[in-house]
């Protein structure tokens, strides 16, 4: 990857640049795979890419960025996600 | 070279359009849209051949004007007084992010009174924008300006947006005689930018991210230290632009006549051009004065003003006022001198010419008059009549 030397603010794209921001989270999104059927809208709308796309087309949640937004579970037409608290840590 | 005889906007969009920018993104606003239609004109022309966005407003001018330089290409626009307020947020944006936009500025009033003329409160009130900032007194002038200011701003050292300044009307809708090099010759002068970091899908980064406080720190110094490089690059650019095409506006400041001067008149833009008549007719007097005419406001010729300090009196002339204290220009000499000065000199003050009222060499004459004869205040409104309807 070219790197600058620069006297501005600028960053390079890697996993966990902001650090793990899962401990942001309040709420936490839960899978149901039963319900799930594999449409990936969650995928689509994730604003963080912490839903994961697995090669079946199924998907799991990277609770390590995760922030708890909730849009997943806004978007999931089967009612497939719910937003439980997070238990103290 | 060609001599083409047309208004400051125009010359300005000539200059502009020579400089082979990638982009210009432009809202009309009086005093400034004919630079921007002569743009329009010469993309139609073929003269021009960067993109030209147009956009809703100011705001989005300059945030264009910021997407299109960091994606490595040379970038120009042009603004005016509530268009240049309305940038303000993304002022500083371009600045910190070091950005080399260079954009005009036809300083005219800020309302309300709604009132079109010349008045330069609308660039001064950007004065902490970490924006270079130029005063031009004549056509010639704003066209060597311009160019100068793209090498200057895409120095890898200075890495600043520049903005260069002209009066509305007195200049933007003004004709006068301009030499125009030939565009091989801009070329030589000014090759294709080299941008010191890029957007680019290649190698994707960010930019603006969010940065602690060490670092942020770091930012605002280097700005600071590439203010202080510009005034040294200032003057080398000035004095190879004399080399190649044997004109010259001076360099931070234009001094005239100042050699053996007692009273030093310091003003900016057209009252600096006014006052040059000033000063022969005074001299005619045999009254030894001169003028510094401000070219640069930021970086502030502070060393050049302790100089002038030194050696005579001096008589600021501001057409602003920082509402609550004074003259912008008169308070920033005052202030270089405090500390440094051995000497009894004293610093008059004038506000003069807000709302666009005129100032003629007889007012600037006047003016020195008053000073000379120990008549005037430390810091007054030149004839201001509270009366006057």
Same mark, same amino acid.
């Given at each position: 990857?070219?790197?600058?030397?620069?006297?501005? +603010?600028?960053?390079?794209?890697?996993?966990?640049?902001?650090?793990?921001? *899962?401990?942001?989270? =309040?709420?936490? %999104?839960?899978?149901?795979?039963?319900? /799930?059927?594999?449409?990936?809208?969650?995928?689509?709308?994730?604003?963080?890419?912490?839903?994961? !796309?697995?090669?079946?087309?199924?998907?799991?949640?990277?609770?390590?960025? /995760?922030?708890?937004?909730?849009? /997943?579970?806004?978007e999931c037409k089967v009612k497939a996600i719910t937003m439980e608290r997070e238990e103290s840590k | 070279m060609t001599i083409m005889i047309d208004t400051g906007n125009y010359i300005a969009a000539k200059a502009a359009v020579m400089a082979k920018p990638d982009v210009v993104a432009?809202?009309?606003?009086?005093?400034?849209?004919?630079?921007?239609? *002569?743009?329009?004109?010469?993309?139609e022309s073929g003269e021009f051949k960067g993109e030209y966005i147009c956009v809703e407003s100011e705001h989005s001018v300059m945030s264009a004007c910021i997407g299109a330089s960091a994606t490595g290409v040379r970038t120009f626009t042009g603004t005016s007084s509530h268009g240049?307020?309305?940038?303000?947020?993304?002022?500083?944006?371009?600045? @910190?992010?070091? @950005? %080399?936009?260079?954009? /005009?500025?036809?300083? !005219?009033?800020?309302? %309300?009174?709604?009132?079109?003329?010349?008045?330069?409160?609308?660039?001064?009130?950007? $004065?902490?924008?970490?924006?270079?900032?130029?005063?031009?007194s004549s056509n010639q002038e704003i066209f060597d300006t311009i160019i100068q200011?793209?090498? @200057?701003?895409?120095?890898?050292?200075?890495?600043? %947006?520049?903005?260069?300044n002209y009066n509305a009307f007195i200049l933007s809708h003004t004709s006068m005689p301009v030499e125009i090099p030939t565009q091989q010759e801009v070329d030589n002068f000014l090759p294709k930018r080299k941008p010191h970091w890029e957007l680019d899908i290649d190698n994707p980064i960010t930019f603006g991210n969010i940065i602690g406080p060490t670092h942020y720190e770091k930012v605002r110094r280097a700005m600071q230290d590439a203010h202080e490089c510009a005034k040294e690059l200032i003057p080398k650019i000035a004095k190879e632009w004399k080399e190649r095409f044997g004109r010259y506006h001076g360099d931070l400041i234009e001094s005239y006549r100042c050699n053996d001067a007692e009273y030093i008149v310091l003003a900016m833009g057209a009252i600096g051009a006014e006052s040059?008549?000033?000063?022969?007719?005074? !001299?005619?007097?045999?009254?030894? =004065?001169?003028?510094a005419r401000i070219r640069t406001f930021r970086p502030f010729p502070k060393e050049e003003i302790i100089k002038?300090?030194?050696?005579?009196?001096?008589?600021?002339?501001? $057409?602003?006022?920082?509402?609550?204290?004074?003259?912008?220009?008169?308070?920033?000499?005052? +202030? +270089? @001198?405090?500390?440094?000065?051995?000497?009894?000199?004293?610093?008059?003050?004038?506000?003069?010419?807000?709302?666009?009222?005129d100032v003629t060499y007889k007012d600037i004459e006047l003016m020195c008059q008053k000073v000379i004869e120990g008549k005037a205040k430390t810091h007054e409104w030149y004839g201001f009549n509270r009366e006057e309807v």
């Amino acid at each position: 990857m070219k790197r600058y030397n620069v006297v501005t +603010s600028i960053s390079y794209p890697k996993i966990g640049a902001m650090g793990k921001t *899962g401990r942001w989270r =309040v709420f936490k %999104p839960v899978l149901d795979k039963t319900k /799930c059927v594999n449409c990936l809208r969650c995928w689509i709308f994730c604003p963080e890419g912490s839903i994961k !796309r697995n090669k079946d087309d199924t998907v799991s949640i990277d609770y390590e960025y /995760c922030k708890g937004c909730g849009i /997943c579970a806004n978007e999931c037409k089967v009612k497939a996600i719910t937003m439980e608290r997070e238990e103290s840590k | 070279m060609t001599i083409m005889i047309d208004t400051g906007n125009y010359i300005a969009a000539k200059a502009a359009v020579m400089a082979k920018p990638d982009v210009v993104a432009a809202y009309p606003i009086t005093p400034q849209t004919t630079l921007v239609e *002569g743009i329009a004109n010469y993309q139609e022309s073929g003269e021009f051949k960067g993109e030209y966005i147009c956009v809703e407003s100011e705001h989005s001018v300059m945030s264009a004007c910021i997407g299109a330089s960091a994606t490595g290409v040379r970038t120009f626009t042009g603004t005016s007084s509530h268009g240049l307020l309305l940038m303000h947020e993304m002022l500083h944006w371009a600045a @910190l992010a070091r @950005l %080399p936009i260079v954009m /005009c500025n036809i300083n !005219r009033v800020i309302g %309300p009174g709604w009132n079109i003329w010349a008045d330069e409160n609308d660039s001064i009130s950007q $004065r902490d924008t970490g924006w270079i900032q130029f005063y031009c007194s004549s056509n010639q002038e704003i066209f060597d300006t311009i160019i100068q200011s793209f090498k @200057l701003a895409e120095n890898k050292k200075i890495l600043l %947006p520049v903005m260069i300044n002209y009066n509305a009307f007195i200049l933007s809708h003004t004709s006068m005689p301009v030499e125009i090099p030939t565009q091989q010759e801009v070329d030589n002068f000014l090759p294709k930018r080299k941008p010191h970091w890029e957007l680019d899908i290649d190698n994707p980064i960010t930019f603006g991210n969010i940065i602690g406080p060490t670092h942020y720190e770091k930012v605002r110094r280097a700005m600071q230290d590439a203010h202080e490089c510009a005034k040294e690059l200032i003057p080398k650019i000035a004095k190879e632009w004399k080399e190649r095409f044997g004109r010259y506006h001076g360099d931070l400041i234009e001094s005239y006549r100042c050699n053996d001067a007692e009273y030093i008149v310091l003003a900016m833009g057209a009252i600096g051009a006014e006052s040059k008549v000033a000063i022969d007719e005074l !001299r005619e007097e045999n009254i030894n =004065v001169g003028l510094a005419r401000i070219r640069t406001f930021r970086p502030f010729p502070k060393e050049e003003i302790i100089k002038l300090g030194k050696q005579a009196d001096l008589i600021v002339i501001d $057409r602003n006022i920082s509402a609550g204290s004074g003259g912008v220009l008169f308070n920033e000499v005052k +202030s +270089s @001198l405090y500390n440094e000065m051995d000497t009894d000199t004293k610093v008059s003050g004038f506000i003069a010419g807000l709302g666009g009222k005129d100032v003629t060499y007889k007012d600037i004459e006047l003016m020195c008059q008053k000073v000379i004869e120990g008549k005037a205040k430390t810091h007054e409104w030149y004839g201001f009549n509270r009366e006057e309807v």
